[in-house]
């Protein structure tokens, strides 16, 4: 067999592995985004009938935020597997986005009262280093162009 036939064949089966996975995602994220709709307005009402305390108002926010970032990190995801599609390359930028977004869920999602002082210093940082990462390639960017 020939190499430049091996290639095209590999080329072909990632490709067809690539659209699946993006097919996948899309689904993933479609169901995703359903399931946060009819929670958030199912939420809402359910506000209504009960008593609107601080703790209650609170709760349901602090749901809300989080299924809201796990649908923007899902999109983030699908935008980066389409880029790959397009041009065969991951970009750091989307990739570096993705795991700001999804650090900022996890944030969101913590329970400050009982995490470590470490913990806290350790996510601090990462948070740090993944916008420092970020703004310097953004700014690579720009003097590139």
């Known amino acids: 067999m020939n190499k430049l036939y091996m290639i095209k064949i590999v080329e072909r089966?990632?490709?067809?592995?690539?659209?699946?996975?993006?097919?996948?995602?899309?689904?993933?994220?479609?169901?995703?985004?359903?399931?946060?709709?009819?929670?958030l307005f199912g939420g809402i009402i359910a506000q209504?009938?009960?008593?609107?305390?601080?703790?209650?108002?609170?709760t349901h926010l602090h749901k809300i935020f989080g299924g809201f970032m796990l649908v923007l990190i899902g999109v983030e995801l699908v935008h980066t597997v389409k880029m790959y599609l397009k041009e065969d390359v991951v970009h750091v930028e989307i990739v570096l986005?993705?795991?700001?977004?999804?650090?900022?869920?996890?944030?969101i999602d913590l329970d400050f009262k009982h995490l470590a002082p470490l913990t806290l210093i350790g996510i601090s940082s990462l948070i740090i280093?993944?916008?420092?990462?970020?703004?310097?390639?953004?700014?690579?960017?720009?003097?590139?162009?």
């Open 48 to 58: 209504f009938q009960d008593s609107f305390s601080q703790n209650n108002i609170l």
């Open 129 to 145: 280093v993944l916008s420092s990462g970020y703004y310097l390639i953004k700014k690579g960017m720009r003097i590139k162009k």
């Open 13 to 39: 089966i990632e490709r067809v592995i690539i659209l699946t996975l993006l097919f996948s995602l899309l689904a993933v994220v479609l169901y995703a985004t359903i399931v946060f709709i009819s929670l």
């Open 97 to 107: 986005l993705v795991a700001l977004i999804g650090i900022s869920r996890h944030v």
